[in-house]
């Protein structure tokens, strides 16, 4: 299980966490981009090691996309080998106010000392009632796909070039010809 939770700092700007199965990790390549490096991917590699990093699907920008994930150990490699004068205070926010509070609260709060247990409250509602929002509208947006795959399976993976036209909507003489130009199927001599 694996959540995403996603901080704003006015000084360093987004950062995204994901908590899965009790270890933090974070995106690399944004990561490297906070601590000033200009060639991210190339930062992740060489600084962290092999057995601080690994390769996931995450929903991230309102896509899936496969990213480079870096627990705290490579997290803390890559602020080691930063030039960046802030590296430091970026190690400090992300160390005594960012972590602290997700384990504490399970997400961060910014000025949350100045709060009451009312308003952490509210917020938390508030933060679940958009990843709620979140959540609905990724469904929304596969079920379309998925409808589709169910019909597949029930038709045992099998169609025809009829019938896919006919879901595309377009002329079934005009999809043959498709295939055919990208050579994805072809006529035999007789034909």
């Known amino acids: 299980m ?7 700092n006015m000084e360093f700007g987004k950062l995204t966490v994901i908590e899965k199965d009790g270890e933090f990790f974070f995106i690399g390549n944004e990561i490297a981009e906070l601590l000033g490096y200009s060639n991210y991917r190339k930062a992740v590699m060489v600084h962290v ?3 601080d990093k690994l390769r996931s699907q995450i929903g991230y920008a309102g896509q899936m996309r496969e990213v480079t994930l870096i627990n705290e150990s490579g997290l803390y490699s890559l602020i080691l080998s930063s ?3 802030q590296a430091k205070e970026f190690k400090r926010w992300v160390t005594k106010d960012v972590l602290p509070s997700i384990r504490k609260n399970g997400g961060y709060i910014r000025n949350q000392e100045n ?3 009312e308003e952490i409250l509210a917020n938390a509602v508030l933060l679940a009632n958009n990843l709620i929002a979140e959540k609905e509208k990724v469904i929304e947006d596969l079920e379309p796909k998925a409808k589709y795959f169910d019909e597949l399976v029930n038709n045992h993976l099998l169609t025809n070039f009829r019938n896919t036209a006919k879901e595309l909507h377009i002329p079934q003489k005009v999809f043959i010809q498709f295939l055919i130009d ?6 035999d001599k007789k034909n």
């Open 2 to 8: 694996s959540s995403l939770i996603t901080f704003e």
């Open 49 to 51: 090691d092999e057995e």
């Open 83 to 85: 030039k960046l004068p």
């Open 115 to 117: 709060l009451s247990k």
């Open 182 to 187: 990208k050579e994805l199927i072809y006529r």
